[in-house]
Nanobody
Framework: VQLQASGGGLVQPGGSLRLSCAVS????????MGWYRQAPGKQRELVAR????????SYAESVKGRFTISRDNVENTVYLQMNSLKPEDTAVYYC?????????WGQGTQVTVSS
């Protein structure tokens, strides 16, 4: 499985960005997909995750109400809509896909929130 993340950039506090993750396989063949982030000097953390069978979604407490994960099964793409961005959201964001016996990562896309 190959994952291609895009959509990062520089945005002012309060602004919005939408990240995209293009998946080389049918999303329905995966167990779940998620977005993680890693800020300098910090561990990688889960931001949002969607279970492909049933659509159950979970978010980190720090992004609830501001970020939305979604998927397009036709385009085999997963999105992360990020609104009301804060400086503490600055990080490299990674797309992740899991099957029952494997774990896949995209290359990461930088999000910088700064005035």
């Amino acid at each position: 499985v190959q994952l291609q993340a895009s959509g990062g950039g520089l945005v002012q506090p309060g602004g919005s960005l939408r990240l995209s993750c293009a998946v080389s396989e049918k999303i329905s063949s995966l167990n779940n997909m998620g977005w993680y982030r890693q800020a300098p000097g910090k561990q990688r953390e889960l931001v949002a995750r969607i279970i492909t069978d049933g659509g159950s979604i979970s978010y980190a407490e720090s992004v609830k109400g501001r970020f939305t994960i979604s998927r397009d099964n036709v385009e085999n793409t997963v999105y992360l809509q990020m609104n009301s961005l804060k400086p503490e959201d600055t990080a490299v964001y990674y797309c992740n896909a899991k099957t029952y016996d494997a774990n896949y990562w995209g290359q990461g896309t930088q999000v910088t929130v700064s005035s």
